[in-house]
Every structure is written in structure tokens, then in C-alpha cells.
């Protein structure tokens, strides 16, 4: 069992920057591809950004690519999201999740995520 826990959202102006923590729980981190994902008000969950577990080929949505990195650091069980020039569209709850990377499954399908933590608000202000 993987425990997840984002941290570090907040209130941020349109323009402004945050980076996300997610820190995992157990020895076995470095074995789960890890995503973030979001859900604003009244819309659907959708895919962020993913990670392999060695950290290298993130995939991003088209709508953050250029402006967010995700990475992760598997010594200390955690995964990043470095959102840049954020937008009020940016606003959601935003999720991470992980998966064991022996899974064969699309890195962006949230529905193959196996672990998700409980959230973390980011609200972006115009």
C-alpha cells in the first residue's frame, strides 16, 4: 500500500509560479510511474503531467506543456510539479497518483493509477 500527500498549493496571481510536493509513503517508490492530475469546478478529472520511474520522459497535457516540469526525486520518495505562468483556468484540485511502472497501460489514463493522494488546491487569481 502507497500512502500519497500533495502539499504546497495555495493562492497564486495570474503569472505567478508554485511547485507542488507529493511525498510517498513506503520503500517502493522508485517502482510506480507517478502522475498529477486535476479537477476544476464542475469538469472532468484530467492528466497534468507524468513521470517514469527513473525520471526521465515526462509527458505533459497540452495545455501546461512549456510551462510546467514535473520531476521527482526517488531518494526522498517524492514527485514535483513546477507550474510557471500560471492562468485562472490552472485552478483545480490537484491530484497526484501513482502506478507500478510494470503496468502496461497509457501514463496519462488516470483510471491504470493505482494510488492518489487527496488533493491539494491551487487558485489562480486574474
Known amino acids: 500500500q502507497v500512502q500519497l500527500v500533495e502539499s504546497w498549493g495555495g493562492l497564486v496571481q495570474a503569472g505567478g509560479s508554485l511547485r507542488l510536493s507529493c511525498a510517498a509513503s513506503?520503500?517502493?517508490?522508485?517502482?510506480?510511474?507517478m502522475g498529477w492530475f486535476r479537477q476544476a469546478p464542475g469538469k472532468d478529472r484530467e492528466f497534468v503531467a507524468a513521470?517514469?520511474?527513473?525520471?526521465?520522459?515526462?509527458r505533459y497535457a497540452d495545455s501546461v506543456k512549456g510551462r510546467s516540469t514535473i520531476s521527482r526525486d526517488n531518494a526522498k520518495s517524492t514527485v514535483y510539479l513546477k507550474m510557471n505562468s500560471l492562468k485562472p483556468e490552472d485552478t483545480a484540485v490537484y491530484y497526484c497518483?501513482?502506478?507500478?511502472?510494470?503496468?502496461?497501460?497509457?501514463?496519462?489514463?488516470?483510471?491504470?493509477?493505482?494510488?492518489w493522494g487527496q488533493g491539494t488546491q491551487v487558485t489562480v487569481s486574474s
Open positions: 513506503g520503500s517502493t517508490f522508485s517502482t510506480y510511474v
Open positions: 513521470i517514469n520511474r527513473h525520471g526521465d520522459s515526462p
Open positions: 497518483a501513482g502506478r507500478l511502472a510494470l503496468k502496461v497501460a497509457p501514463i496519462g489514463s488516470g483510471s491504470h493509477y493505482d494510488y
